[in-house]
């Protein structure tokens, strides 16, 4: 990604991820674990799952909604998400919501509160307690740390230059 003016993009769509999400990939295995009763997933159904998933990003909507974006039930979509994908969708998504918030984070300068908007959280405070899970730390001192890393990086470029 290049550099980009965030503030104009929140102004544009103030919650809108696809922005950010639209170079994430999504693994999907197409062997599963367990049992191996699903050798192969059909095309169709592989978008579909695809855009539900990029979709389950950007908007915070129930599991009931992804799965009948993809014409399953739920069962059966948590199911299948589990056999090709692992683990449970809601966390899967979760995980994906704070990449790109520690992107966003070591890339732009926005507020907390709005990046916890861009990331579908009405309350900051539980982004942050969500964030710090994650990473083990808040989003402004992972913000800092970022900071810090590119500050030496760029020392270390500019000493590196002086000695040739």
């Excluded at 991820?17 to 170079?23: A, G, Q, S, V």
């Excluded at 997933?41 to 009931?64: C, H, K, T, W």
Aim: hydrophobic fraction near 35%.
């Amino acid at each position: 990604m290049g550099e980009i003016d965030v503030e104009a993009r929140l102004s544009e769509a103030s919650d809108d991820l696809d922005f950010w999400t639209k170079d994430m990939e999504i693994t999907i295995r197409l062997t599963p674990r367990g049992d191996g009763r699903y050798k192969s997933i059909d095309r169709r159904e592989e978008e579909r799952f695809y855009a539900a998933l990029q979709y389950g990003i950007v908007n915070d909507v129930p599991m009931s909604e992804l799965a009948s974006r993809c014409c399953l039930s739920l069962s059966t979509f948590k199911r299948r998400f589990k056999q090709w994908v692992g683990g449970s969708p809601r966390e899967w998504i979760v995980a994906k919501r704070m990449e790109v918030a520690s992107e966003v984070l070591s890339k732009a300068d926005i507020t907390i509160s709005s990046l916890a908007k861009m990331c579908c959280y009405n309350n900051t405070s539980h982004f942050i307690e969500i964030f710090k899970r994650h990473y083990g730390t808040t989003p402004h001192t992972f913000r800092q740390q970022m900071a810090r890393q590119k500050m030496v990086l760029q020392r270390s470029s500019y000493d590196a230059v002086q000695k040739l």
